[in-house]
């Protein structure tokens, strides 16, 4: 009984870390900036997207029957309770679309694709990836999800249907009640799988499947229930219609993108930060990434102790010893990123205000990187690596101590003999 209630104890500590770090991450991020400007740019690009969607079923045969009833699905999901009006008038201008010049079509094509680069961007920041494949790849990958999108919404939509009308199938539905409520649930699963292949393949990051779908039925559930307390809020306190009259449907729909965009954003945020909360504790002998990081952090803050708070400079940084490999401007990027270092002029570093409160484990965490080979020949090179070495004895059990100490004791080790790191 002691031991159930204790890995009870355990897993509750451990799902209350994993959203307390999901929440602190987007914060870092800044997600609600990136929705305000995802929103912007999807304003324009809405019509874009909807008209190379709907299009894509008028030109292949086997889904010309269905543009009605995707055009009415597609609308049920993106722009729900904003009045019949403002989708009349999307409906409207995506068919106008048809008779563009050359040259405008093209412009559409343009703000899509800016919409779908945006994306990509946001994404990558969220994923803390810098280095990116060439353009015309990229632009393929953005094309090609430009395409899926409307293709599986259709063979989810004419699989369901084949289904549902088989004959035992359909007496069975029918006998049961579930009719409507299958059909209910077809935006939520269309949601899901596509929102799964976008947090699986468009970072420039091997993404398990089963983390991107698990972020994404979040996300889609999140989905589901925006839209209800969505149209309750506009039934409730009519609000926008007393101010806008007419018009009101205008900001309805923008607050509406806006939310769509926190709820993707956020699940994208879950799918990274299922990444880094499963990433395998053991040792490799391949990846120096937490030692050398925890080394830069340990000149910057041996820096701020000895100097008076004194920046310290990418050139200084580069001169305390051999980082072989590694690139010092794309690794203090990260760590500025994860929250742990922040610039102050172009070339100039210092850590974040809050380092004191951080620790090994948030250093690992944070920087979604494997541990380097347990008492290996970096372990021995000073008092810095031994005590990183000594700490990496936590990393595979998460309710020691150990690895729960803060950065800063495992450099004030040091501080009484008024050197950190020897040259290594």
């Known amino acids: 009984m002691e031991m159930k209630t204790k890995r009870l104890l355990l897993t509750g500590r451990r799902f209350f870390y994993f959203w307390w770090?999901?929440?602190?991450?987007?914060?870092?991020?800044?997600?609600?900036?990136?929705?305000?400007?995802?929103?912007?740019?999807?304003?324009?690009?809405l019509v874009p997207l909807l008209s190379v969607a709907?299009?894509?079923?008028?030109?292949?045969?086997?889904?010309?029957?269905?543009?009605?009833?995707?055009?009415?699905?597609?609308?049920?999901?993106?722009?729900?309770?904003v009045g019949e009006g403002v989708q009349h008038y999307l409906l409207g201008f995506v068919h106008?679309?048809?008779?563009?010049?050359?040259?405008?079509?093209?412009?559409?094509?343009?703000?899509a694709i800016l919409l779908l680069n945006t994306i990509d961007v946001s994404f990558n920041r969220i994923w803390r990836v810098k280095r990116t494949p060439r353009t015309l790849i990229r632009l393929l990958l953005l094309l090609f999800f430009l395409l899926i999108g409307p293709l599986i919404l259709a063979a989810s939509l004419a699989a369901t249907t084949f289904v549902m009308?088989?004959?035992?199938?359909?007496?069975?539905?029918?006998?049961v009640g579930l009719h409507t409520l299958i059909l209910a649930m077809l935006p939520m699963l269309?949601?899901?799988?596509?929102?799964?292949?976008?947090?699986?393949?468009?970072?420039?990051?091997?993404?398990?499947?089963?983390?991107?779908?698990?972020?994404?039925?979040?996300?889609?559930?999140?989905?589901e229930i925006a839209k209800y307390l969505f149209a309750l809020y506009i039934a409730w306190f009519p609000t926008y219609e007393l101010l806008y009259g007419a018009l009101a449907?205008?900001?309805?729909?923008?607050?509406?993108?806006?939310?769509?965009?926190?709820?993707?954003?956020?699940?994208?945020?879950?799918?990274?930060?299922?990444?880094?909360?499963?990433?395998?504790?053991?040792?490799?002998?391949?990846?120096?990434?937490?030692v050398q990081a925890f080394r830069l952090l340990g000149y910057l803050w041996q820096n701020e102790e000895y100097s008076n708070g004194r920046v310290l400079s990418l050139e200084e940084m580069e001169a305390?010893?051999?980082?072989?490999?590694?690139?010092?401007?794309?690794?203090?990027?990260?760590?500025?990123?994860a929250g742990f270092v922040r610039k102050v002029t172009k070339n100039n570093w210092r850590l974040a205000d809050e380092f004191s409160q951080l620790t090994l484990l948030d250093l690992y965490r944070r920087l979604a990187v494997s541990a380097p080979e347990k008492d290996g020949i970096w372990s021995k090179v000073d008092s810095w690596n031994v005590n990183l070495n000594r700490a990496l004895d936590g990393l595979d059990y998460i309710e020691k101590k150990l690895c729960s100490v803060s950065l800063s004791s495992l450099y004030a080790k040091e501080k009484t003999a008024n050197s950190g790191g020897t040259e290594s």
């Open 96 to 111: 106008r679309t048809e008779r563009l010049s050359t040259i405008g079509s093209v412009g559409l094509f343009v703000t």
């Open 249 to 290: 449907a205008i900001p309805l729909l923008l607050i509406w993108i806006y939310l769509s965009w926190l709820i993707v954003l956020l699940g994208a945020e879950i799918t990274y930060n299922l990444e880094i909360f499963q990433a395998p504790g053991k040792i490799t002998a391949t990846n120096f990434e937490l």
């Open 165 to 175: 009308a088989l004959p035992y199938v359909s007496a069975t539905v029918d006998s």
């Open 21 to 45: 770090h999901v929440l602190g991450q987007s914060k870092r991020n800044d997600i609600t900036q990136i929705a305000a400007s995802l929103t912007f740019t999807s304003l324009l690009a």
């Open 190 to 223: 269309a949601t899901c799988l596509l929102l799964a292949v976008m947090y699986h393949w468009i970072p420039n990051i091997p993404v398990r499947w089963r983390h991107a779908f698990s972020g994404a039925a979040v996300a889609a559930i999140l989905f």
């Open 320 to 337: 305390k010893e051999d980082w072989q490999d590694t690139k010092l401007p794309a690794l203090l990027e990260k760590l500025r990123l």
């Open 54 to 81: 709907f299009s894509l079923f008028s030109v292949l045969p086997l889904f010309s029957g269905w543009l009605d009833t995707v055009e009415q699905f597609v609308l049920d999901i993106f722009v729900p309770t």
